[in-house]
Every structure is written in C-alpha cells, then in structure tokens.
C-alpha cells in the first residue's frame, strides 16, 4: 500500500471514531505517513493530491489537541495549517477537503475561542481583522460565535454570554471545552463590581448573579473572595479613603452591568 493509500485509510479510521482512546496513536501514524510525502508543509515538492489529507491530518491534531484541553498542543497545529488554509484555489480548490468536510472554520473559530478565553484582545482582532473583519465572519456559525461572545463582554452583556455557552448555544461540542474558562472570568469580572457598587447582596441574588449552582457554591466563592457571609447576605470589603473616588467613577458603569445581570438573575428564578 502507498505512503498516501495509508494515510487516507488511517484519517478515515480517526474519522469515524475522534474520541475513541485510539485517536491520538492514529494520529502519529498520520503523521509518519505524512512526513514520507513531504507534504507536512506545502511545497514545490508536495504532491498535490497529498494536500487534503495533509490539511485533513493537521485539523484531526487540532481538534485533539482540543478535547485534550491541551492549548498549547492545538495553538502548534493551528499555525502548522496557516500555510495550508493560505494555498490559491488554483492549488487547493475548495472541493478538496477529505470526505467533503471543512474544519477551518471550526479550527479557526476554537483559535478565536482560546485568545478570548485568555484575555488576548490583540491577538483575537489581528486575527480577526486576517479574516476580512467582524461583519464578513458573522455569516458563519463557527466563526461569528467568539465574535458574537467578544461584542457581549465588551458590552457587560453576561447574562447573554452565559446562556450562549450552554447546550445549544455552542455550534459544536468543543466550543464547550472554553465554557467554564468563560464563565469563570465573567464570575471574577461580576464579583469586582459588585465589590464596587453595593455594600451587600443577599447570597440568593449572587447564586444567579455569579452563575453558580448553589447557596453553598456562593459561599465557597465568598470565602475565596474575602467576603463575609452573615445572615443571608454577602457583605463586601469597604473601600478606603484613597479608593473613594476611583469608585464614583465606576459606580455608574458596574451598577448598569449588575442591574442588567440581577434583572437577568430575577427572570430565571420566575421560570424556576
């Protein structure tokens, strides 16, 4: 069997099974099959038939990497497919995905994920802005959804970040790999202002106002937090002298995001 009739029937058992403890032994295998080729980066040399199954092998690494929880493993496999998804259709003509399936998309929108779920605004717009801007990726569920999340936090929009990580929301099951790092910097952004314009909530209000699933969960954050639980409610730490006038200006803004999310927190406790 060829180097390329062997890659072909090893990405179409990963393929079949992604999840299967198997995949990342099938993956090496890939690979091997792939540097015999010469085709792990496009060249003059690289047959053109053995692009697909290249590209194909990369993003089977990519979405590993990701169920892995492994950033730093996929952010690799990401920048090994910039060449590739760079090729003219004149090379690589948009019919050529392996079984007819195109993952840059999802490739691509998980890499926006991971530079927001880590805080890197600049990278996430330079990227962005290499795909031809936020209106031009709108139109594609894989992409426009960490566009759509990032528009929301710039926003305060939590509640409406919190509901689009949650089952259907997600346009794939690996977005949800980034939920609870989400949520997590959304809880920690609402407890900061909170801390900022109230001197005390009642720990009923905070379990939705923070997104936890129970009374003792608010408790255990408070705890963490340096607050004190009292009574039903949660007392925040005053401010000093110093810090009185940092929190007039921000009272304005942290108010408008804490009503938003308690209005939010009030209709969820309605529906239960």
Known sequence: MSPEAALR???QTLSTNPTSPDAPTLLRTAKKHL???HALIPGPTTPQSALPLARATLEAGALLSIRA???DSFTRYYQQLQPFYDLP???YPPTAEVGGVDQRDKVTGLYLMLLLTKG???AFHTALEGLGGGEVVMGDRM???PVMLEQWLMEGAYDRVWGATKGEGMPSEEFGVFSEVLI???RAEIASCSEKAYPSIPISNAKNLLFLESEGSVVAFAKERGWIVQDGRIYFPQQGEEGLGAEKEILV???QVIENTIGYARELETIV
């Open 35 to 37: 540097m015999s080729l």
């Open 120 to 122: 890197d605004y600049a």
């Open 184 to 186: 997590g910097t959304i």
């Open 253 to 255: 803004a942290s108010g």
């Open 89 to 91: 259709a004149s090379v």
């Open 143 to 145: 992409v426009g959804y």
């Open 9 to 11: 029937r090893t990405l």
């Open 69 to 71: 929880q492994d950033p």
